[in-house]
C-alpha cells in the first residue's frame, strides 16, 4: 500500500485515482497523522501531495527526519517536492515567472521514475514557488523553459521530487510516471 | 483498463450502491434535491433502484436555469422514469435574495441559503430521515480547498436533521457518465454538459437580474446548439454576461451594449481543462448568432484560458 500525505492540494484525490487504475491500493491520509500510526500501517512508498503552503505540511518533514524508521521510496508533487528539496538543504522562492497548465518539460535523466517516456513530455503545471536550488546529494532529471528543477532524485536513496503534477488528466503519460514509482514501491 | 473490465467495475460499484442505500434506509424515507445535471440524475436513478417509492425527488426552478430545463427533467424524471418528484417554483425568491449583491462568493452563498430554505419546507413535509446527494470528488475536494463552495454540500443535513448519503462522493464526473450508462439513462443525460449549482447565476458576472439572467440564457441556448451542430464534444460550452458595456456600429447608429463572453473547454474531469481549438468558422457563427438574435449584446468574446490560471466557470 502507498500513503499519501495529504497537504491540501487540488489533486489530492486524482493521485488515488490513477493508482487505482493501476490497480495499486493507495490510502489519502492527513498530514498530521502521528508518525507511529504511519508506520503502522507498513506503507510500500510515500507521496508527498501538492498543496498551498509549506507551513501546512504536517509531517512530511518529520518523515524526512526518520527516514531510516520507513526505508521506502518517497515522491513529492509540487509543493512536496519544494518540500524534500528544502529539507535536504536546497533553495526553495518564489519563480521568475509562475507556471499554469501546459509546459513543455525536457527529461534529462530518465533514472528510474522517467523510464519509457519521450525526453520532451508535455505535463501540467500550477505554481508559483520553485526550487532555485538542487540540494547538494540530489541529482536533475527533468527541466522546462521557465524552471530549471522540473524534476530530481537523491543520489542514493529512493527519494523524488517533481515540480508538475502526473496525477492529472492533462499530462502526457502521467500515469506512466506512478506506474513507475509504483514499480520501485514494489507493489506492481 | 480493459473496456469489459471497466463495465464490470461499475456494474459491482451500482450493485454495491444499491445494497447499501437500500440497508441504509431501510424502512425509512429518503429526498433528493435533483438538478436534472448528469450527478443528481445519477444519484437519484441509482436511490430509485435501491429504494423506489420510498425515494421523494426534490427539483428546485430556481430561476437560473438552462432553456427548456424544467420542461426537460420534469418529463424525464416524471414521465418517463416514474420517480416521486416534486416541482417548486422559487424563481421569485431567489432574485429577491440576489438584490444587490456582486460579490462570486455572496452569490453562491446566498443561492445556497435560499435553496436550503426552499428545500427544507419540503423536506418536512414528506419527514424524510435520509438526503441523498450527487455530491462527487471535486464538489468536496474544491469546497476544502476553498476554492468555491458548491452549495450542495452546505450545511443542509445538521439543519434538517437528516442522514447524508453519497454514493457518488469518490467519482469524478466522467467515471459518474459511466455509471449513468450503465444504469440505462438516456444519453442525453450522461453525456450533458456540467452545469454548476448555482446556475446561471454565476455566468451573470455581478449584480444578477432576471433581465440579464434573460440573455445568458438565450446565449448560452445558442453556444449550446451551434456546438451540436458542429459535432464537436467539449467537456462544457457556454456563454457569460460580463457586465461590461461596450461600444458598436449598427445600421449607421452608435450601440453602446453588453458583451458576453464565451468559454468552451475540454477536460476528463473538470480538475485540469484546456480552452478547446474550436473550428473559426464555429465561433463566428456564434457571435453572428448572439448578436443579431439578443439585441441587447453588441460584442462576443471567446476565453482563451486554460485551467489553472483560470477556473472553468467565471465565478
Request: with cysteine; glycine share 8%; aromatic share 8%.
Amino acid at each position: 500500500m502507498i500513503i499519501i500525505m495529504d497537504n491540501h492540494g487540488q489533486y489530492v484525490h486524482r493521485i488515488w485515482r490513477t493508482l487505482r487504475y493501476l490497480g495499486v491500493e493507495s490510502k489519502i491520509i492527513p498530514n498530521t497523522t502521528p508518525l507511529e500510526e504511519i508506520k503502522a500501517m507498513k506503507p510500500k512508498g510515500i507521496i508527498f501531495s501538492g498543496g498551498p503552503s509549506l507551513e501546512r505540511t504536517g509531517n512530511c518533514e518529520a518523515i524526512l527526519e526518520n527516514y531510516e524508521d520507513f526505508n521506502v521510496p518517497i515522491l513529492g508533487i509540487c509543493l512536496g517536492h519544494q518540500l524534500i528539496a528544502k529539507y535536504f538543504g536546497g533553495k526553495v522562492g518564489r519563480g521568475e515567472k509562475a507556471e499554469y497548465s501546459l509546459v513543455e518539460v525536457e527529461i534529462l535523466e530518465e533514472n528510474d521514475i522517467f523510464k519509457g517516456l519521450p525526453k520532451r513530455l508535455n505535463v501540467w503545471e500550477s505554481h508559483m514557488d520553485e526550487v532555485k536550488e538542487l540540494p547538494r546529494d540530489f541529482e536533475l532529471l527533468a527541466r522546462s523553459e521557465f524552471c530549471e528543477v522540473e524534476a530530481m532524485k537523491h543520489k542514493k536513496l529512493p527519494i523524488y521530487g517533481v515540480q508538475f503534477h502526473p496525477e492529472v488528466a492533462h499530462t502526457e503519460k502521467g500515469s506512466e510516471i506512478y506506474r513507475n514509482f509504483a514499480g520501485l514501491c514494489g507493489e506492481l | 483498463m480493459l473496456k469489459e473490465k471497466v463495465m464490470l467495475m461499475w456494474e459491482s460499484f451500482i450493485e454495491e450502491k444499491v445494497r447499501e442505500i437500500r440497508e441504509t434506509v431501510g424502512g425509512g424515507k429518503a429526498i433528493i434535491a435533483l438538478s436534472g445535471g448528469v450527478d443528481s440524475s445519477t444519484a437519484a436513478i441509482l436511490a430509485h433502484k435501491a429504494i423506489g417509492d420510498k425515494l421523494y425527488a426534490v427539483f428546485v426552478n430556481t430561476g437560473f436555469l438552462r432553456k427548456g430545463e424544467p420542461e426537460f427533467v420534469i418529463k424525464t424524471f416524471r414521465d418517463e422514469f416514474g420517480l416521486n418528484l416534486i416541482y417548486i417554483d422559487a424563481q421569485d425568491r431567489f432574485f429577491e435574495a440576489l438584490k444587490g449583491v456582486t460579490d462570486p462568493e455572496q452569490k453562491r452563498k446566498i443561492i445556497g441559503k435560499v435553496f436550503i430554505d426552499v428545500f427544507e419546507e419540503v423536506a418536512k413535509e414528506i419527514d424524510a430521515e435520509f438526503l441523498i446527494q450527487g455530491t462527487i470528488a471535486p464538489d468536496w475536494i474544491e469546497s476544502q480547498g476553498k476554492i468555491k463552495s458548491h452549495h450542495n454540500v452546505g450545511g443542509l443535513p445538521e439543519r434538517l436533521n437528516l442522514k447524508l448519503i453519497e454514493p457518488l462522493r469518490d467519482l469524478y464526473k466522467d467515471e459518474v457518465r459511466e455509471v449513468a450508462k450503465e444504469l440505462g439513462l438516456p444519453e442525453k443525460i450522461y453525456n450533458r454538459m456540467p452545469f454548476p449549482g448555482p446556475g446561471l447565476a454565476v455566468r451573470v458576472l455581478g449584480e444578477v437580474t432576471p433581465k440579464k439572467v434573460a440573455i445568458v440564457r438565450e446565449a448560452n441556448a445558442i453556444v449550446e446548439e451551434e456546438i451540436e451542430k458542429a459535432k464537436l464534444r467539449p467537456w462544457q460550452a457556454f456563454a457569460v454576461l460580463l457586465n461590461v458595456k461596450t461600444v458598436g456600429v449598427q445600421g449607421d447608429i452608435r450601440a453602446y451594449k453588453e458583451t458576453i463572453a464565451v468559454r468552451i473547454v475540454e477536460s476528463l474531469d473538470g480538475m485540469t481543462a484546456n480552452a478547446m481549438n474550436v473550428p473559426w468558422e464555429v465561433l463566428q457563427r456564434i457571435a453572428f448568432r448572439i448578436t443579431s438574435e439578443i439585441p441587447q449584446v453588441g460584442r462576443v468574446l471567446y476565453d482563451i484560458t486554460n485551467k489553472p490560471p483560470a477556473t472553468i466557470e467565471f465565478e
